[in-house]
């Protein structure tokens, strides 16, 4: 079968192109073809498009390669989906907010609390139709309302089916009026659990962040939160992104600058030193994760993770079994959480074991690929 995946960014950004890339590989290795349709010459990375046979950015390429089936995946421009639907059956695969949301990031600029209502009035209520400018030097933000999403979501609604991979993705697009039986949920696991083990923990007592150090990732939450916790302990961010400079000034007011790293972008395939050295993984969340792949991998090396119980984590974190869930933006909740895991070594051996099986269990990359290729070949 071929398939041709639609996707803006032809490098490697987020845990989104992670997941694509490792799809592609995947199912190259099983004998389909794969290509790619992107949006950008200018910055490619060889070793993302490698996972491809074929890529471009010009629309031609679809006429050129003649896809079996489209798999779209983050995609700025309403045209260009209407264009997939029409020329080949498609699929769109909602990795995040951008479908249903101005902002993106599914919680209120003011409060921090996540949205619980459909793309609308609230939008304007709660502000989220501002957004900070770039590109006008006189004022800081600008109003970006909510026809662009209106537009998107007319435009989505043209493909014959969508995956998302959560529970509370499924429901944001039933809220924003997709019909649910066109929803099929698949949690996207990535190549690295092919082989989940217990790594066995180091005496040290290391607590981990890894992602984009953004404000919806919430660092600032976590460093908060370790500002409670009794030491001595360590944690390492890894990671970059635009808050990255505001935690290094917060670690630093918070006095607890002395015992937090920042080490910056790492590669995903070096990540393993990092969790083999940590005694918990720590995944604060202010925005709700579509899904948040980062505490899977986690538990597949065997540790405890400790997170605000925010959009899809819920789908695979067991209160009190392989780490513990926190309402959200309860700071002191996350230190109490850290500090036990801290204090008990044992225990955390033991939930990170428990991590482990869940995973083999309830989580494959060879399953998320066979539920890919299922729902593909639904559309020959």
């Known amino acids: 079968m071929r398939i041709l995946h639609v996707h803006d960014i032809p490098r490697f950004e987020g845990g989104v192109e992670q997941i694509l890339f490792d799809t592609a590989r995947g199912l190259a290795k099983q004998g389909w073809s794969q290509a790619l349709l992107h949006s950008d010459d200018q910055k490619t990375e060889a070793k993302f498009l490698s996972a491809f046979g074929f890529t471009g950015s010009h629309r031609e390429i679809i006429m050129q390669y003649r896809p079996d089936a489209i798999l779209m995946h983050k995609v ?25 949301c101005p902002r993106r990031h599914k919680y209120f600029p003011i409060s921090k609390k996540v949205c619980t209502k459909p793309a609308g009035s609230a939008c304007y209520q709660h502000l989220c139709c501002f957004q900070r400018s770039a590109n006008n030097k006189y004022l800081p933000v600008s109003l970006s309302g909510t026809a662009g999403v209106k537009i998107m979501l007319g435009a989505s609604k043209s ?22 039986d066109k929803i099929n949920i698949v949690n996207p696991v990535p190549a690295a659990l092919t082989s ?11 607590i981990l962040f890894v992602g984009q150090v953004i404000r919806g990732k919430g660092v600032d939450l976590m460093l908060k939160a370790l500002a409670k916790v009794a030491g001595p302990w360590n944690a390492t961010i890894v990671g970059t992104g635009n808050h990255l400079a505001e935690c290094r000034q917060l670690a630093s007011k ?37 899904f948040g792949m980062v505490g899977i ?73 066979e539920q890919i290729k299922y729902q593909m070949e639904l559309m020959q």
């Open 254 to 290: 918070l006095k607890i600058s002395d015992s937090v790293v920042f080490t910056g972008r790492v590669d995903h395939e070096k990540l393993e030193s990092y969790y083999a050295a940590a005694t918990l993984v720590v995944v604060p969340s202010r925005w709700p994760e579509p």
């Open 159 to 180: 493909v014959r089916s969508y995956i998302v991979g959560s529970r509370f993705m499924q429901s944001q697009l039933v809220m924003n009026g997709i019909e649910e």
């Open 76 to 100: 700025a421009d309403h045209e260009k989906v209407n264009m997939c639907s029409r020329l080949a059956p498609t699929v769109h695969m909602v990795h995040d907010h951008d479908l249903v």
């Open 297 to 369: 991998e986690a538990m597949a090396r065997g540790r405890p993770v400790v997170a605000f119980d925010n959009g899809g984590i819920g789908d695979w974190l067991a209160n009190g079994e392989t780490g513990y869930l926190v309402k959200p933006d309860d700071k002191t909740g996350l230190a109490a959480a850290i500090q036990r895991l801290l204090d008990d070594p044992e225990l955390a051996r033991e939930l990170g074991l428990a991590a482990v099986d869940h995973v083999k269990n309830k989580f494959s990359h060879q399953t998320y690929l």
């Open 196 to 206: 989940p083990r217990y790594i066995p923990m180091q005496k040290s007592l290391e």
